[in-house]
């Protein structure tokens, strides 16, 4: 079992920084075994694929809305993802979900397995 936890979230104007990040535990977790994502939900909106990292690390990719402004990445010593965010903007308002699986990466999120509860961010314009 994978236990995720989000921070960082919060209130910022437009053009502005983030770094969100999600703290795994469970057991002899070996984090280096799970591919990790980030998604994102805004109101009424489905939940959106935002990047994933490989278990290694080694490995990103990202949707095309934040590619090039948002960072992922892993340690899996600290067994800690992140996601830096820049250049925000008022589209990126949501609840952004931390998400792990075991193997390797994927951009839909019915094939992760474990979920943390979420953290807000909301962009001002």
């Known amino acids: 079992q994978v236990h995720l936890v989000e921070s960082g979230g919060g209130f910022i104007q437009a053009g502005g920084s983030l770094r969100l990040s999600c703290a795994a535990s469970?057991?002899?977790?070996?984090?280096?075994?799970?591919?990790m994502g980030w998604f994102r939900q805004a109101s009424g909106k489905e939940r959106e694929f935002v990047a994933a990292?490989?278990?290694?690390?080694?490995?990103?990719t990202y949707s095309d809305s934040v590619k090039g402004r948002f960072t992922i990445s892993k340690d899996n010593t600290k067994r800690m993802m992140y996601l830096q965010m820049n250049g925000l903007n008022p589209d990126d308002t949501a609840t952004y979900y931390c998400?792990?699986?075991?193997?390797?990466?994927?951009?839909?999120?019915?094939?992760?397995?474990?979920w943390g509860q979420g953290t807000q961010v909301t962009v001002s314009s």
């Open positions: 469970g057991g002899a977790l070996t984090l280096s075994a799970y591919a």
């Open positions: 998400a792990a699986r075991r193997g390797i990466t994927d951009t839909g999120d019915i094939n992760y397995e474990y």
């Open positions: 990292v490989s278990g290694s690390g080694a490995y990103t």
